[in-house]
Each structure stands twice: as structure tokens, then as C-alpha cells.
């Protein structure tokens, strides 16, 4: 594949970019730098190259994409029935990790991005390389992860070549993503908006600017079917087996003692503060427990990082559950297939 250079700013790196653009304009897939994760970029209005980002990544065909958009004039060419709500929090959270669902309109989207459903997932990332590679394809973007379906999502280049090597055309280098999950997933279709994935906006923020929000009943309660297609599948797994352990430094280390006197290999993700209170083979930290958004900012990144280690087993530490918490434990929960060890 063909691969630019640490784009960080799109200033010196506009030739690159430009590239890029015509890449994507001759309906070929590009991976760019988000402030989230990396995206795998699609003409969305071209169903040759939106086919091509379900097969580079092997994500089942009923996973609907997010269009990314640079202009707001483009939001009302793919988009109806715009509620007075979405307008608000446009204007306060983009360009930002904030995705819309909204009415889809006409025909300019293909069915597959929006996999045959009569919304549209729309998002304006805050991403200089992203918003200045989306304007000069002149197209509305569409863009999963650029991760292979089931890996984590991709917060670096390498990450992005580490999965799609050879199945794509090309990777826009932008460095390390600056937030680290994905973007908030807001279904406005409904009475009150609902959070159908938490991401880089947070509840708290959102209930700031227009009050009362639900959360998907599947969030709460992982027996109930998502209402966004994507979060019923798992995802982010690790190579080995994840745990999450909601105890005390102490109750985890005897998990961890237990298994490697069964001859366990076993492996920790924890944090800065307390990496060195902890015995394994291996001891990854993840960002600092004093500031919730390092850690997520680290969690995939070290979630690969597991793999590339001889560990059988993984015990992972909880985070509490609000702010940028809700988005990382609902990633950490899908990793470990909801296996959470709870200390009495
Ligand atoms: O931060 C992000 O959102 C990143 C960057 C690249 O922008 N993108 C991303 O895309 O995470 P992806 O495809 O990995 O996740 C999109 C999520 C999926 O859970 C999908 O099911 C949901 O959005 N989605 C898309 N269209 C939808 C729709 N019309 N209704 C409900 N959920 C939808
Ligand atoms: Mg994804």
C-alpha cells in the first residue's frame, strides 16, 4: 500500500492529502486520521467503492457505515426531517466525536452504507487532515474503523497496516489518534435522542446542552438486541481471553496467582498508578485512573499489545462507569465477551 507520511498538520502535507483525494474520487479506500480512531474512507454515494470497505475489513453487510461530511451544506443533501435538537448539537459538538442518526433522503447515499435502513449515521470529524481530505474529495465519506472486523479500532498508521496491508489503497498518516474511541452514536429519530454507542462526547456533556437523553436499553442490559446494528457483534476482542475484575488490587493479584500456579501465562492491564503493585508476566498500564480519557486514549493501542505477548489470559481492571468511563467500559466489556469477576 501506498502510505503518506505523519500528515499532522495539512498545511506542509497538501500534496499528500491531495493524492488521497483523487484516491478515494476514482472510488478506491483510504484509511485517514480521525480525532477518535482511524477511519476506512469510501465515495458513499458509489456502491463499487463501499463494497470495497466491507470486503478489506470482513464486516457482515448488515453493519451500516457513518457518512463524514466537511460542510454543513452537505448534511442537508443526505438527511430529512432534521429535528431543531440535531441543529443544536451541531452546533455545540461538531466538527466533534458526535454521530447523528437521521431520516436518510433521496438516493445520493447507496444502500449499502446505510445497509437498506431508512436513516443515515452522519458525523463531522475534528480532524485537520480528515476535514481537508473530505474537502478536497468533494464526496461525503464513508468510513468504519479502519480495523479488520472484531480487532480493535485503529489508533495509529500502524495499527491500520497491521490489519489492511495490501487490501487497501492507501493509509494517510496522521500520527496517533487524540481521543482514542469512537465517536458518540445519537439516534435523533426518537422523541428524546438516544445513545445507541457512548463515545467521545459523554452523556453528562450532552444533557448540558439539550437536556434529557436515553440510553439504549441494550447498553444497560446485554440481553436486550442494540438498536445500532454494530453493537451486537463482538468486537475488540483480544487474541486471548479478557477479564474484568471490579475489586481491589489485591483480589485481582489472587486471580492472577491462582492461574499462573496452574501454569498459566497471564497478563494485566492496569494503570499508571498501579503497575508496579502488581505480579505477572506481563503488566500493561493504560493511561493514568486520575484522568479517565488517557486511558482511553491507550485502551486499544494496549489491547493489541496483549497480542503481540505470550499471555493465555488476561485480567483487566474496572473503571468507573460515567464520562468518558461509559465508553470505555462498554469497549472493555465487549472485549472480554462480558466476563466480569465481581469482589464480594
Ligand atoms: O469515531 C468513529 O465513529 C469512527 C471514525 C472513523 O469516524 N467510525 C466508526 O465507525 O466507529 P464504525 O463503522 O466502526 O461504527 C459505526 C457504528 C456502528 O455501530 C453502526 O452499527 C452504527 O454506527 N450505525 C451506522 N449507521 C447507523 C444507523 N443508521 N442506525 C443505527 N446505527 C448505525
Ligand atoms: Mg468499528
Known amino acids: 500500500v501506498w502510505v503518506v507520511d505523519n500528515v499532522v498538520d495539512k498545511k506542509s502535507s497538501y500534496p499528500q492529502i491531495l493524492q488521497a483525494a483523487a484516491l478515494l474520487r476514482a472510488n478506491e479506500v483510504v484509511a485517514f486520521p480521525t480525532e477518535t480512531v482511524y477511519g476506512l474512507g469510501a465515495n458513499a454515494a458509489s456502491t463499487a467503492a463501499v463494497k470495497k470497505i466491507f470486503q478489506a475489513k470482513g464486516r457482515p453487510s448488515d453493519n451500516p457505515l457513518i457518512v463524514h461530511i466537511a460542510d454543513h451544506n452537505q448534511l442537508e443533501e443526505i438527511a430529512a426531517d432534521i429535528p431543531r435538537v440535531a441543529y443544536t448539537l ?174 498459566k501465562q497471564v497478563g494485566i492491564l492496569t494503570t499508571e498508578e498501579r503497575r508496579h503493585v502488581y505480579k505477572a508476566d506481563v503488566v500493561l498500564a493504560c493511561g493514568e485512573r486520575a484522568n479517565l480519557s488517557t486511558v482511553a486514549n491507550r485502551l486499544y493501542d494496549t489491547l493489541r499489545a496483549f497480542d503481540d505477548t505470550d499471555v493465555e489470559i488476561i485480567y483487566s481492571e474496572s473503571f468507573p462507569a460515567d464520562g468518558i468511563g461509559a465508553a470505555i467500559m462498554n469497549r472493555l466489556k465487549k472485549a472480554a465477551g462480558h466476563q466480569i469477576v465481581r469482589e464480594k
Open 90 to 263: 451541531i452546533e455545540q459538538f461538531w466538527p466533534g466525536p458526535l454521530t447523528l442518526i437521521l431520516k436518510k433522503k433521496g438516493n445520493v447515499i447507496c444502500d449499502e452504507v446505510t445497509a437498506g435502513l431508512s436513516t443515515i449515521a452522519v458525523r463531522m470529524p475534528a480532524h485537520p487532515v480528515a476535514l481537508a481530505l473530505i474537502q478536497e474529495s468533494s464526496l461525503p465519506i464513508a468510513a468504519p474503523s479502519a480495523n479488520l472486523s472484531g480487532r480493535p479500532s485503529p489508533t495509529s498508521a500502524m495499527h491500520v497496516l497491521a490489519d489492511l496491508n495490501g487490501k487497501i489503497a492507501g493509509v494517510v498518516d496522521g500520527g496517533e489518534t487524540g481521543i482514542g474511541v469512537e465517536s458518540t452514536v445519537l439516534d435523533c429519530t426518537t422523541e428524546i435522542p438516544t445513545i445507541l454507542r457512548p463515545g467521545g462526547v459523554t452523556k453528562e456533556q450532552l444533557e448540558q446542552v439539550i437536556g434529557r437523553v436515553n440510553v439504549d436499553a441494550a447498553l444497560l442490559d446485554e440481553k436486550q438486541v442494540p438498536k445500532s446494528p454494530g453493537m451486537k457483534y463482538a468486537h475488540y476482542a483480544p487474541k486471548s481471553p479478557l477479564i474484568i475484575v471490579d475489586g481491589e488490587p489485591f483480589f485481582l493479584q489472587q486471580l492472577v496467582d491462582k492461574q499462573r500456579a496452574l501454569g
